[in-house]
């Protein structure tokens, strides 16, 4: 099923520079899609188009089949939660409950399915004992998990989101990873932006690979094995992918690969014993 289609889309910058140029997509439903090229390849200016930041100038995008234009807009932004790279532009109230109760309360929904929906979110993202503090007092990491948290209370089927982990240390990427897996595993559509090609390799269903406003090429993660195609698009080669170039298993995770390493080792400590008795 395809939860996200561009159809003809094309965008200009207001000083004449083309974005991108006649996008034809389909981006599957229930899938992690990460949307990757170096910069300026037209991959964060895509993400605005999925619920209308920047509306189409020309062609169309449709969520579930609904387009994106002012007569939906109110509907697509239910179905679309966007995240932006830099949560500072996603939070502004006086206390991240209220930050998180504004689109809910936009709803129209009654104070206490407001209040059910903020307290679920926060439960989601580990920051209910932080409902009454101001954003700009919590740390880089916290800041993304409220924005998401915002994005959660509104239920959205579709997340979209700018360079998710940009910033974060180890930890909180990891924490917010395992979130983003459960939404998705709940039947979350998610499509992120990112130059991070190890990332994308362990953890992207599907890709989409753009360079200077064109589609080089999308299907599933494989892709970030192709050499010919990663040098097109100016990346380099995932560092499992280099490694496990020439061998027969593909591990996509450290995890992987140390499984793999230690199975060899212990394959080659058997066949030593072997031939000592053998001798």
Same mark, same amino acid.
């Given at each position: ?100 109760? &504004? ?25 209910? /004992? ?30 979209? &989101?700018?360079?998710?982990? !940009? ?25 992120? !932006? ?39 698009? !100016? ?20 995890? /992987? ?23």
């Amino acid at each position: 099923m395809t939860a996200i289609e561009t159809i003809g889309l094309s965008y200009v910058y207001p000083d004449t520079t083309p974005a991108f140029k006649e996008v034809n997509l389909q981006i599957k439903a229930g899938a992690k899609t990460a949307i990757l090229g170096i910069n300026g390849s037209g991959k964060t200016t895509l993400i605005y188009h999925l619920n209308g930041i920047i509306p189409a100038q020309q062609g169309e995008v449709k969520i579930q089949g609904l387009t994106v234009d002012k007569k939906h807009m109110q509907e697509v932004r239910k179905k679309v939660g966007l995240l932006f790279d830099n949560p500072d532009d996603q939070l502004f109230s006086t206390t991240i409950f209220n930050d998180i109760a &504004f689109g809910p309360r936009n709803l129209k929904l009654d104070p206490a399915t407001v209040n059910q929906r903020v307290k679920e979110a926060l439960d989601r993202v580990d920051m209910a /004992e932080l409902a009454q503090r101001p954003p700009y007092c919590l740390s880089l990491g916290q800041k993304k998990r409220a924005a998401i948290a915002g994005l959660l209370a509104m239920k959205p089927q579709v997340l979209a &989101f700018d360079e998710p982990f !940009s910033g974060l240390d180890p930890e909180a990427a990891v924490h917010f990873r395992n979130i983003l897996d459960q939404l998705v595993d709940e039947g979350a559509t998610l499509v992120y !932006s990112t130059h991070d090609v190890d990332m994308a390799y362990g953890w992207a269903d599907e890709v989409i690979m753009m360079k200077s406003g064109k589609v080089l090429a999308c299907g599933e993660y494989d892709l970030l094995r192709d050499e010919a195609l990663l040098r097109e698009a !100016s990346l380099p080669m995932p560092a499992l992918a280099k490694l496990f170039k020439n061998h027969e298993e593909k591990p996509r995770t450290v995890e /992987e690969a140390q499984a793999i390493i230690e199975g060899t080792k212990l394959l080659s400590q058997h066949q030593i014993i072997r031939l000592d008795i053998e001798k």
